[in-house]
């Protein structure tokens, strides 16, 4: 295991770059193993996986949930919202359906697409267009809440979603070309901002 952290960290970071420079996704054997392979190194899938699986249980629990997620997915919910997860990601769906599970967030969402399911994460505009699919909601009718100003919000608003920018101190870039529709600095503050809106569909 400790003999494959450095190699592994630098075909992590070759996989980056195809992701930053195509909006690239996939499995996480897949994206991993493409690493490796521009590193002219072969790793079998089985032990990949079996490493990567490690590495998820190792860090299971982590995954820290905004205090006031799970009453503001309740409210929208009661009101007749549906709501999509769209998540950037490399791991494996089940992985991240346990945390979610763990914080009681997963009864509360409709459809949940991650991007290691997919072959381009965002902002590509395909992987919106899935959850609107999934969904069964109009590309206008749709709100993307989020709090990455390229990933989530350009990318929203270039298929044509209002986007929403829950505010933070992330060093995510926040080019100032980007306009959000709103932004808000609780996630608390969606409800009334939907009304406001009337008939908008998270």
């Known amino acids: 295991m ?8 630098m075909a992590i970071g070759r996989s980056v770059e195809r992701v930053r420079e195509e909006q690239w996704s996939g499995p996480p054997t897949g994206v991993v193993s493409e690493g490796f392979r521009r590193l002219g190194r072969y790793i079998h899938e089985k032990e990949l996986l079996a490493a990567l699986d490690g590495y998820a249980h190792a860090v299971d629990g982590w995954a820290e949930v905004f205090p006031d997620a799970r009453e503001t997915l309740q409210l929208l919910r009661e009101s007749g919202y549906r709501l999509g997860l769209l998540s950037n990601t490399w791991w494996a769906a089940e992985w991240h359906n346990a945390d979610l599970a763990a914080h009681g967030l997963d009864e509360l969402i409709d459809e ?6 997919l072959p381009h994460s ?3 505009p395909s992987v919106f267009l899935e959850v ?21 919000i350009a990318g929203a608003l270039g298929v044509g979603m209002r986007a929403v920018w829950r505010e933070n101190d992330s060093p995510w870039p926040k080019p100032e070309y980007i306009t959000p529709t709103a932004t808000i600095a609780q996630l608390a503050e969606l409800p009334r901002l939907l009304r406001a809106w009337n008939g908008a569909c998270l």
């Open 2 to 9: 400790i003999i494959l952290l450095l190699p592994s960290r």
């Open 112 to 117: 949940i697409v991650y991007t290691s399911d």
């Open 122 to 124: 965002k902002p590509h």
């Open 132 to 152: 609107t699919e999934r969904l069964g909601v109009a590309v206008d009718a749709c709100v993307m809440v989020g709090d990455r100003m390229v990933d989530d």
